[in-house]
């Protein structure tokens, strides 16, 4: 959704009549997440993705027939592996999208609300009846508890409070899928299928320490969708200038930082300072926290000894095993911005559980199917 959203915006406020379709589940292996989005507008003009392939040609043409009034509705497309590369998937599987309009202003200022928020980056969700006892495209928006009730209705009080409960749950953690309910809410039951969308921040990368090395994993953060933050305690060094692709540029003692922002389980922390005064009391406040992954720049010698510090300052051996250091999958790495790709790619191993060998070497899926989604 992002990445149209600009585009998703312009049709709202310009009052221009759109179909929006949307990849809710993924059976097998497909180029695109539950989330992804394309839209279709009056003048036929086409922007996102669902499949990057020919699987667009039909979607438009169900967007073309929502658009004039079919109403809402849930397309499956199953491909077999030999015919999966003609038609936009990399492998054989199913993708279900569902399709429906904002063809009226009332429904483009509804999506336009929520359009808001994402472009804030304020966390919202969006629940949408696909299938069952309730009506297709019924759809119910939910903030945060405490930052408002949600609007719009699924068609029972009963499930508009089990969808939000649940979604405001899944929003907490940035996951985003299908929701199974009785008609009236009722959970271990499967009468209405609810495909719930988040729309969460993005993750923040916290980088420590404003060498050559942090410029390049600043970079790369960046290209992932990170919101990176670099922090040293050096004022020569902490500077916009030398980090110009960070949304922030700290200075500050690193532990006194951290322990002052918030961090959660999206989080990663790349701790690249190589001082024992800088590392010690900082990695010992981010073992603190629920951090995704807190990766530590050093060599052997030097983890060995930032391990016996740790352990003098009280750290115990359950919490330093959620150390990744020395930082980085072994790829040879010897420049800056190949040491970056390193640490992005334990990152990356860490969110999805991949294996860090390669695919060449293995056998079945190449999508890793757990892990959270909708995080953009």
Known sequence: MRDILPDLRARCSDGIPFALATVVAVHGSAPRDPGAVLAVDAAGTVVGSVSGGCVEGDVYEVAREV???????????????????GVGLTCGGTIEILVRAYATAAEREDLAAVLDLIAADLPVAEATVLSGAAETGARLVVRPSGAGPATGTLGSEGLDAAVTDDARG?????????????????????????FVRTYAPP??????????????????????????????ARPAFATRERFPVADEVV?????????????????????????????????AAALRTPAAYIGVMGSRRTHRDRLARLRAAGVDEAHLARLASPVGLDLGARTPEETAVSIAAEIIQHRWGGTGRPLGELSGTIHHPGGPTGTR
């Not at 004039?68 to 590369?85: L, N, Q, T, W």
């Not at 899944?170 to 609810?194: C, D, K, P, S």
């Not at 790369?220 to 922090?231: E, P, W």
């Open 203 to 232: 993750p923040r990368m916290l980088v420590f320490g404003a060498i050559d090395h942090a410029a390049a994993t600043a970079r790369i953060g960046s290209f992932l969708g990170y919101r990176v933050t670099v922090c040293d």
């Open 251 to 283: 200075c500050a003692w690193p532990h006194d930082y951290l322990e002052a922002t918030e961090v959660d389980a999206r989080t990663v922390i790349c701790v690249l300072t190589h001082d024992p005064k800088f590392d010690v009391p900082l990695l």
């Open 170 to 194: 899944l929003l907490a953690q940035g996951h985003t899928g299908i929701q199974w309910y009785g008609a009236h809410g009722q959970r271990r039951m499967q009468e209405v299928a609810v």
């Open 67 to 85: 658009l004039a009034g079919a109403g809402p509705r849930v397309v499956a497309y199953g491909i077999s592996d030999d015919e999966a590369f």
